[in-house]
């Protein structure tokens, strides 16, 4: 739906559209993520900018694709322990270096593809990445980082992985599963295909962007209930007893 000239506005929830796009004739339509094989045309009547003003007022965040803006949903607990997981293993180890790592609420704009999106972390070493002029938002990251969840899997797996891979600066991007462990890890290679990297329990996660092997333990470290164990022989019930025999 148009809103006021403003570009087109889903919501994931069906909320209230924001007082300055309400109409009451619209009635605010479910976030429908585009189709991979959407055509992402440039739309004159909300442009980048306009989206960046209108994002700065906004109380939750949006992401935005050649100008439409999409409401982002609330994370749940398991996605905010992986993500933080792997951030602090980022930061830890980047340490003293000129990379920067980052997570959630910092913007990475794809220029290529008219696109801000809100990576769950990512790391970017470009000098452009670092001064002032890029505090709202990055544009050269070397690694990215998506936690999926059921409603954006198929998202973060298509289209949103085809406008990253309009990023020249892009090396690897990762996808991290939350109900099992299982990661998915994309590589550039000399050719400049992404080759997948698969990993599952007991595995290990190796980011050459960065330099830097995660295990799949400190990816999920207290996101996954551990089995239950084995109760003690105290506590197993009595083993039936053989009928006596009658005489």
Same mark, same amino acid.
């Given at each position: 739906m148009t809103l006021g000239g $403003?570009?087109?506005l889903k919501r994931y929830d069906g909320g209230a559209t924001p007082a300055r796009y309400r109409s009451p004739s619209l009635r605010p339509a479910p976030l429908e993520r585009p189709a991979m094989s959407a055509v992402l045309k440039p739309r004159a009547d909300f442009d980048l900018q306009a989206y960046l003003d209108w994002e700065a007022a906004q109380?939750?965040?949006?992401?935005?694709i050649a &100008?439409?803006?999409?409401?982002?949903? &609330? $994370?749940? &607990?398991?996605?905010?322990?992986? $993500?933080?997981?792997?951030?602090?293993? %980022?930061?830890?180890?980047?340490? &003293?270096?000129? !990379?920067?790592?980052?997570?959630?609420g910092m #913007?990475?704009?794809v220029q290529a593809a008219d696109a801000v999106f809100y990576p769950d972390v990512?790391?970017? !070493?470009?000098p452009q990445d670092l001064g002032e002029q890029a505090e709202l938002a990055k544009t050269a990251p070397k690694l990215v980082v998506e936690v999926l969840s059921d409603s954006t899997a198929a998202y973060d797996r298509g289209? #949103?992985?085809?406008?990253?891979?309009? %990023?020249?600066?892009?090396?690897?991007?990762?996808?991290?599963?939350?109900?099992? %462990?299982?990661?998915d890890l994309f590589r550039?290679?000399?050719e400049g295909l992404w080759v997948l990297h698969p990993s599952g329990p007991g595995g290990e996660v190796r980011l050459d962007s960065v330099g830097l092997v995660l295990t799949m333990e400190a990816i999920y470290e207290d996101a996954v209930t551990a089995a239950p164990t084995a109760p003690l022989a105290a506590e197993l019930p009595p083993e039936p007893s053989a009928p006596t025999p009658q005489p």
């Open positions: $403003a570009g087109r109380p939750e965040r949006h992401e935005y &100008g439409e803006v999409f409401a982002m949903t &609330g $994370a749940r &607990g398991t996605h905010n322990l992986i $993500a933080g997981n792997v951030y602090m293993a %980022l930061r830890q180890h980047l340490r &003293g270096s000129p !990379c920067r790592t980052h997570i959630e #913007k990475l704009q990512f790391v970017t !070493c470009d289209l #949103k992985f085809e406008l990253y891979q309009r %990023l020249p600066s892009l090396q690897e991007y990762l996808l991290i599963e939350q109900h099992r %462990l299982h990661a550039r290679n000399a």
